[in-house]
């Protein structure tokens, strides 16, 4: 199985911060990696795929870049309702695989 | 518009067998490259990946829990069911469905709200 480990495990930032979420796999990925984004009771919301690929409809200060292990998730200036859990999950091959994910709070 | 649904009991005793279905709408499973999967998400924990089901049957299981797994398909009623055997109280959960498909589409991109299941005698 491909692990994924995300770091940090939660960090907290004020309104307006720059947020990095950096996710790693323990085997290279090309750039089959999304990121999604979960509230708390929620499903998870797909944000980015293929690495950097902004889904339709999720906002330009989300942004993704890496690739084969090494990847990272941006939000350029966190708003309040960014405020949430960021997962990463590798879909290189099976099976499927999430990070432990990172929880974004507020300061 | 892509929907996803899954329904089944919210509490199941220890050794029972769990069966969920996923009932969706705005897609067909008989398309080709469709797939729905489910995911599983322990109360404060961190998303799991159990299985997929694909257009052309193909199936895919988490190794970890292949053993007690097993999903299915009905095409003409736009549902996906999916057994687990011999339930533990560690498999307490929401339990997801979600639609992905082949080739560059391979993510989780719609899903449904999640049922939680509890396991406890």
């Known amino acids: 199985d491909i692990q994924m480990t995300q770091s940090p495990s939660s960090v907290s930032a004020s309104v307006g911060d720059r947020v990095t979420i950096t996710c790693r796999a323990s085997l290279g990925i090309g750039t089959w990696l999304a990121w999604y984004q979960q509230k708390p009771g929620k499903a998870p919301k797909f944000l980015i795929h293929?690495?950097?690929t902004l889904q339709s409809g999720v906002p330009s200060r989300f942004s993704g870049s890496g690739s084969g292990t090494d990847f990272t998730l941006t939000i350029s200036s966190l708003q309040p309702e960014d405020f949430a859990t960021y997962y990463c999950q590798q879909a290189d091959s099976f099976p499927r695989t999430f990070g432990q994910g990172t929880k974004v709070e507020i300061k | 518009q892509i929907t996803l649904k899954e329904s089944g009991p919210t509490l199941v005793k220890p050794a029972q067998t769990l069966t969920l279905t996923c009932t969706f709408s705005g897609f067909s499973l008989s398309t080709s490259g469709v797939g729905v999967g489910w995911i599983r998400q322990p109360p404060g924990k961190a998303l799991e990946w159990l299985a997929l089901i694909f257009w052309d049957d193909d199936q895919r299981y988490s190794p970890s829990l292949k053993s007690r797994l097993t999903i299915t398909k009905d095409t003409s009623k736009n549902q996906v069911v999916i057994t687990m055997t011999n339930m533990d109280p560690v498999d307490t959960a929401t339990y997801f469905c979600?639609?992905?498909?082949?080739?560059?589409?391979?993510?989780?991109?719609?899903w449904g709200q999640g049922t939680l299941v509890t396991v406890s005698s």
């Open positions: 293929t690495a950097s």
């Open positions: 979600a639609h992905t498909q082949t080739g560059i589409k391979r993510y989780f991109d719609y």
